[in-house]
């Protein structure tokens, strides 16, 4: 059993849907989460991260995390064609240490 | 913010020789690098991590006189993968742990092609 698990997709939605996205883990020392975007042939970016259980939220983007189900979430809200790329979800035990990322869910919004 | 600068973006090499790929740090000082290995649509895979003057750490399974790893110094950290296979292509992605924010930058990918 990977320590991180990701559906891969592709999830196809129009323009303007609400996303989800979600990943499950099973190492319970897992504190900080993250959430990163990955467009083709480029690096990984950043786009939300939050440490231990809640919610947060950055204008179109809300990430929650559930620690007592060993699962975390990513909605993009009113989705646009140029949130298509691949979503990563990443989390580590601490915050200096290497991060164990999810396979990854690749994402298209049609116009 | 923090940028951490990732070259060559494309290389192809052949079968034996040598690849050198660089991450420099540009406006911070990165103690703690990693590198990943990123097969087509998989997830990033940690090969190793470096901190500055000191040996890398290597994760099971990476063989340590294949993929070369040097942290010299505080703006730069290298992966030399030696004596390239087919086998060895794939994308490769340094990210260096800053003081900003929650701490991860990446580069932006280096894409091998052995032939």
């Known amino acids: 059993q990977k320590e991180v698990e990701q559906d891969p997709g592709p999830l196809s939605v129009p323009e303007g849907a609400i996303v989800s996205l979600n990943c499950t883990y099973s190492n319970s020392a897992f504190q900080y989460f993250m959430w990163y975007r990955q467009y083709s042939r480029k690096g990984p970016e950043l786009l939300m991260y939050?440490?231990?259980?809640g919610n947060k939220e950055d204008g179109r983007f809300t990430a929650q995390v559930d620690k007592s189900s060993k699962y975390i979430s990513l909605f993009i809200r009113d989705s646009q064609p140029s949130d298509s790329a691949t979503y990563l979800c990443?989390?580590?035990?601490?915050?200096?240490?290497?991060?164990?990322f999810g396979q990854g869910t690749t994402l298209q919004v049609k116009p | 913010g923090a940028v951490v600068s990732q070259h060559p973006s494309r290389v192809i090499c052949k079968s034996g020789t040598s690849v050198k790929i660089e991450c420099r740090s540009l406006d911070f000082q990165a103690t703690t690098m990693f590198w990943y290995r990123q097969f087509p649509k998989q997830s990033l895979m940690l090969m190793a991590t470096?901190?500055?003057?000191?040996?890398?750490?290597?994760e099971q399974g990476v063989e340590k006189d294949k993929f070369l790893i040097n942290h010299a110094s505080l703006t730069l950290s290298t992966l030399t993968v030696t004596s390239a296979h087919p086998e060895d292509s794939s994308f490769y992605i340094c990210?260096?742990?800053?003081?900003?924010?929650?701490?991860?930058?990446f580069g932006s990918g280096t894409r091998l092609t052995v032939v």
């Open positions: 990443a989390m580590s035990a601490d915050n200096t240490g290497k991060l164990i």
């Open positions: 939050t440490y231990s259980s």
């Open positions: 990210s260096a742990l800053t003081r900003q924010g929650y701490g991860y930058t």
């Open positions: 470096s901190n500055e003057g000191s040996k890398a750490t290597y």
